[in-house]
């Protein structure tokens, strides 16, 4: 009797421990495909990690039947032998550090349909190309941080030895530079053009990045009154000397015509006795050119 009861006790805790462990919630199992461990959730793949050779890669859209909407955070983190990466349009997202210490990654290619992403010379932007994401390590040279950009990523120049910063003074791509300690060149001044249309020729002016025009010479021009300076030859929008300066720009004089006025001279010259002479002079200034 006892040995019945001792093995229904037994049963029973089998039982209750089965039960207990059905219900802890077990992490998803990393999968592999080819060259890419993953993991699946809601139906889409997250790459895990590369586990390929290198050289030059085509992200898939697919693994496993699944759409490839996340490059995972430290995804190829120390690839030393990959090159080239293309990211497909299906990714959406694409975490930190995802191609940080890849020494020979010169290229980064998104395809033209993505919708979150755009890559311009290799480098890596956010579609708006307002944030820089990723500048790959192997990438040799200067490098100008375009005007576009107004936010860097996290380490975004993370282990990028061969790269310097070409940017103006005071720009978001000086201040990043130095903030990261990345070297840097300062680039010359930006040449202000000035396009009189016909008036007293005005001299250039060469500002800083970011730095207001200044003083705005006035122009002469015969027959004509000057309406103030214009970012188009007509049209556009009229320039005051606190406007700042971001790139190389030309501005176009504007003029109103004035209407010729006649000027009439007259007098009278006495010839003899009785006799008088009257003259009259009419004056109209030139038509204006």
């Not at 997250?46 to 955070?73: A, H, K, M, R």
């Not at 998104?110 to 979150?116: E, G, H, L, R």
């Not at 250039?204 to 002469?220: C, D, F, R």
């Not at 009229?238 to 004035?258: E, G």
Request: proline share 4%.
């Amino acid at each position: 009797m006892k040995t019945t009861q001792r093995f229904l006790s037994v049963l029973l805790a089998l039982v209750l421990a089965a039960g207990l462990l059905g219900a802890v919630p077990f992490a998803a199992s990393a999968l592999t495909s080819g060259d890419y461990t993953y993991t699946v959730a809601n139906s889409n793949a997250t790459i895990t990690e590369y586990i390929g050779v290198g050289g030059n890669v085509t992200i898939p859209s697919v693994l496993g039947g699944y759409p490839v909407t996340i490059i995972g955070e430290n995804a190829f983190y120390g690839c030393a032998s990959l090159t080239s990466v293309t990211i497909p349009n299906s990714v959406t997202s694409i975490g930190a550090n995802a191609f940080t210490q890849c020494r020979s990654l010169t290229n980064i290619n998104v395809v033209s349909d993505n919708k979150n992403y755009s890559s311009k010379n290799g480098v890596l932007y956010n579609k708006a190309n307002t944030t820089l994401a990723c500048y790959p390590a192997g990438k040799a040279g200067a490098f100008s941080i375009p005007n576009s950009v107004t936010f860097v990523g996290n380490d975004a120049f993370g282990r990028c030895p061969k790269v310097k910063i070409s940017c103006y003074a005071n720009s978001t791509a000086h201040n990043y530079a130095i903030g990261n300690k990345i070297p840097f060149v300062l680039l010359n001044k930006y040449a202000v053009t000035f396009n009189a249309k016909g008036g007293s020729a005005v001299a250039a002016k060469s500002i800083a990045y970011n730095t207001a025009v200044g003083t705005l010479t006035t122009p002469k021009r015969t027959c004509y009154k000057f309406k103030g300076w214009y970012t188009a030859a007509s049209g556009g929008t009229q320039i005051t000397k606190t406007m700042k300066i971001t790139k190389a720009v030309t501005f176009y004089a504007q003029w109103t015509a004035i209407a010729p006025t006649k000027i009439v001279l007259s007098k009278a010259v006495t010839l003899g006795v009785g006799e008088k002479f009257s003259t009259t002079v009419t004056i109209t200034p030139a038509t204006a050119l």
